[in-house]
């Protein structure tokens, strides 16, 4: 029979494609990625990204003790380094895909013993580094002129005292725990739903790995927001 054939024919996938196969991301913001990653490992002299890498990069606007939490989450075989395939899906999880993904990726931040809960100590951290991003928004106050064709950033009000961010921690935590000593990852998803403080961090994150990371911006929407939220 003429028409069998015992070649296949059909191309084996590349390695970006199948990167984007597994991910949110495009091929091509696959590629785009890979130049972001190198010149990121081209800095570490084992050529690959490393905590230190990070640090100056994305702290501020991520409070110092979330450094730890926000290198394991994307390290996911934990051998202290960033590989590209872990930077792709991390980038993956904290910006493209629905919200409650997202959020998951949130959770590993603040899991930081990687037990699967969050502890009253965790939970405790994660409110005070949200508490004090949101304060950050309220605070700057972004103008354009039209004129001109500037930005202009301006800060209105005081800060939060040690005092007032304690409060407000203190208030917010018996919502998070609903009596627990410590809650799931579910758990955790159910109160994001309906919190602000959850979703301005979710923000935060999805510019920081935008600017930081070199993800380009899906669409110009997005682009706009991550440019007038990073000059915040």
Not at 107 to 136: C, H, N, P, T, W
Not at 173 to 198: Q, R, Y
């Amino acid at each position: 029979n003429n028409s069998l054939s015992l070649i296949c024919h059909t191309e084996t996938p590349t390695f970006y494609q199948t990167l984007a196969g597994v991910t949110h991301l495009t091929e091509k913001e696959v590629l785009e990625l890979e130049k972001r990653f190198w010149v990121l490992a081209g800095k570490s002299l084992s050529h690959r990204i490393d905590i230190s890498i990070l640090t100056p990069l994305v702290s501020p606007p991520l409070p110092p003790y979330l450094l730890q939490g926000f290198f394991q989450a994307f390290d996911e075989n934990q051998d202290g380094h960033l590989d590209f395939k872990e930077l792709s899906c991390g980038v993956s999880a904290a910006c493209r895909g629905p919200e409650m993904e997202r959020q998951k990726f949130c959770f590993k931040i603040f899991d930081r013993d990687r037990d699967g809960f969050l502890s009253s100590s965790e939970v405790d951290l994660m409110l005070e580094a949200m508490v004090q991003i949101s304060e950050q928004t309220r605070l700057e106050v972004v103008s354009t002129n039209t004129k001109t064709n500037t930005v202009n950033t301006t800060t209105q009000g005081t800060k939060l005292t040690d005092n007032q961010l304690r409060e407000k921690v203190d208030a917010e935590k018996p919502l998070v725990l609903n009596g627990k000593d410590k809650i799931s990852l579910e758990e955790f998803l159910v109160w994001t739903v309906d919190s602000s403080l959850a979703k301005e961090f979710a923000v935060m994150l999805f510019q920081l790995c935008h600017v930081v990371l070199g993800l380009r911006p899906a669409t110009r929407k997005d682009e706009g927001e991550i440019v007038r939220g990073w000059l915040d």
